[in-house]
């Protein structure tokens, strides 16, 4: 089986030609439910912030998802009052399974300077500042992208809720939800998601919670809202729900170990590994076994929670495809988009 990278990096990130001689970079982060452009003057460290409606193609179609994106970003150099031919970079990640019609329709309403990536390409440089490293999202789904120091990158995971998202939001709430029916049906332990699972999702018992599922049926995201309660259960001590964040941290850790040995990352340097995700207000229950388990891989492997707005990937893609990615600190940058948004 040819085994090719599922997402390669565009030339223009892997052999930038910028001479780095550039004011103002744009950056877009497009996702199911927003779009968010920032105008960064790397001159004056000001950042110019404009929204849209989603962007997600599999959401809203191809045709709304790029008039999101075109319209946040033109928001964003209005208030940054330049013309779109000042900016030395333009990047947009966009959420989806296929960008390939909004690369398309983006070219044409604009130029080839404007890149579009997968939003999995933003999350990697917003968790490892655009260099070598790995980015392990787990939200509502999950998904691992690294790149190696080469630029060979490879992806794992990101098959959706039918075929993959393990460890994330939505596989945690699903396996809690099959824990609390084996502990009804008495073919698996006794655990307190039997109680929790009924009364979280406002139905009279587990057997009725099954119809519901079936029936109504539920969200992805409804379904990933009852992590929280897991959580909270495994922080009280359930056994089974503890187990159910150490599958889960086993499974991504499958992932991220693939993806460290397919870039090169474990034969070579110390490098970041970003965790990305409202799985991870978990803590230490999906952590730890996580950490624990991506150090037999890779000792040297920094694995940090990710604390840039993920808008602030995009931004350091553009500065890297301009030339110019040794002018913008990830750190500093992050630290403005925490003020910029607040404000």
Same mark, same amino acid.
């Given at each position: 089986?040819?085994?090719?990278?599922?997402? /390669?990096?565009?030339?223009?990130?892997?052999?930038?030609?910028?001479?780095?001689? +550039?004011?103002?970079?744009?950056?877009?982060?497009?996702?199911?439910?927003?779009?968010?452009?920032? @105008?960064?003057?790397?001159?004056?460290?000001?950042?110019?912030?404009?929204?849209?409606?989603?962007?997600?193609?599999?959401?809203?179609?191809?045709?709304?998802?790029?008039?999101?994106?075109?319209?946040?970003?033109?928001?964003?150099?209005?208030?940054?009052?330049?013309?779109?031919?000042?900016?030395? %970079?333009?990047?947009?990640? +966009?959420?989806?399974?296929?960008?390939? !019609?909004?690369?398309?329709?983006?070219?044409?309403?604009?130029? /080839?300077?404007?890149?579009? @990536?997968?939003?999995?390409?933003?999350?990697?440089?917003?968790?490892? &500042?655009?260099?070598?490293?790995?980015?392990?999202?787990?939200?509502?789904?999950?998904?691992?992208?690294?790149?190696?120091?080469?630029?060979?990158?490879?992806?794992?995971? &990101?098959?959706?809720?039918?075929?993959?998202?393990?460890?994330?939001?939505?596989?945690?709430? =699903?396996?809690?939800?099959?824990?609390?029916?084996?502990?009804?049906?008495?073919?698996?332990?006794?655990?307190?998601?039997?109680?929790?699972?009924?009364?979280?999702?406002?139905?009279?018992?587990?057997?009725?919670?099954?119809?519901?599922?079936? !029936?109504?049926? =539920?969200?992805?995201?409804?379904?990933?809202?009852?992590?929280?309660?897991?959580?909270?259960?495994?922080?009280?001590?359930?056994?089974?729900?503890?187990?159910?964040?150490?599958?889960?941290?086993?499974?991504?850790?499958?992932?991220?170990?693939?993806?460290?040995?397919?870039?090169?990352?474990?034969?070579?340097?110390?490098?970041?590994? %970003?965790?990305?995700?409202?799985?991870?207000?978990?803590?230490?229950?999906?952590? /730890?076994?996580?950490?624990?388990?991506?150090?037999?891989?890779?000792?040297?492997?920094?694995?940090?929670?990710?604390?840039?707005?993920? @808008?602030?990937?995009?931004?350091?893609?553009?500065?890297?495809?301009?030339?110019?990615?040794?002018?913008?600190?990830?750190?500093?940058?992050?630290?403005?988009?925490?003020?910029?948004?607040?404000?």
């Amino acid at each position: 089986m040819q085994r090719n990278s599922l997402v /390669e990096l565009p030339a223009a990130l892997t052999h930038p030609t910028g001479t780095g001689e +550039v004011r103002y970079l744009m950056g877009v982060d497009g996702g199911a439910t927003k779009t968010l452009a920032a @105008v960064l003057d790397l001159q004056s460290g000001e950042l110019h912030l404009a929204h849209a409606g989603p962007s997600n193609e599999d959401a809203v179609g191809a045709k709304a998802a790029v008039e999101a994106l075109l319209g946040a970003a033109e928001g964003a150099i209005e208030q940054a009052s330049i013309d779109a031919s000042e900016l030395g %970079g333009a990047v947009l990640a +966009v959420a989806g399974t296929d960008t390939e !019609s909004i690369v398309r329709q983006v070219r044409a309403a604009r130029s /080839e300077a404007w890149i579009v @990536v997968n939003d999995v390409v933003g999350a990697w440089a917003t968790a490892t &500042g655009a260099g070598p490293g790995v980015a392990v999202i787990s939200g509502t789904g999950s998904n691992v992208f690294g790149v190696g120091a080469d630029a060979r990158a490879w992806r794992a995971g &990101g098959w959706g809720h039918l075929l993959g998202d393990e460890g994330s939001g939505y596989w945690l709430g =699903l396996q809690s939800i099959k824990a609390a029916l084996r502990d009804r049906e008495s073919s698996g332990p006794e655990t307190a998601l039997s109680d929790a699972a009924p009364r979280f999702f406002g139905v009279q018992s587990v057997e009725a919670l099954a119809s519901f599922v079936y !029936s109504k049926p =539920l969200t992805k995201g409804e379904i990933a809202a009852f992590a929280t309660e897991t959580a909270k259960l495994a922080g009280q001590g359930d056994e089974v729900a503890r187990e159910l964040f150490r599958r889960g941290a086993a499974e991504l850790a499958e992932q991220v170990t693939a993806v460290i040995r397919c870039t090169g990352l474990a034969d070579g340097e110390p490098f970041p590994v %970003g965790l990305i995700g409202s799985a991870f207000k978990a803590g230490a229950l999906l952590v /730890e076994p996580l950490r624990e388990a991506i150090h037999t891989c890779a000792p040297q492997a920094r694995i940090d929670a990710v604390e840039m707005a993920p @808008v602030g990937g995009s931004l350091l893609l553009a500065a890297r495809a301009s030339g110019a990615g040794a002018r913008l600190d990830a750190t500093e940058l992050a630290s403005r988009l925490e003020r910029a948004l607040s404000a």
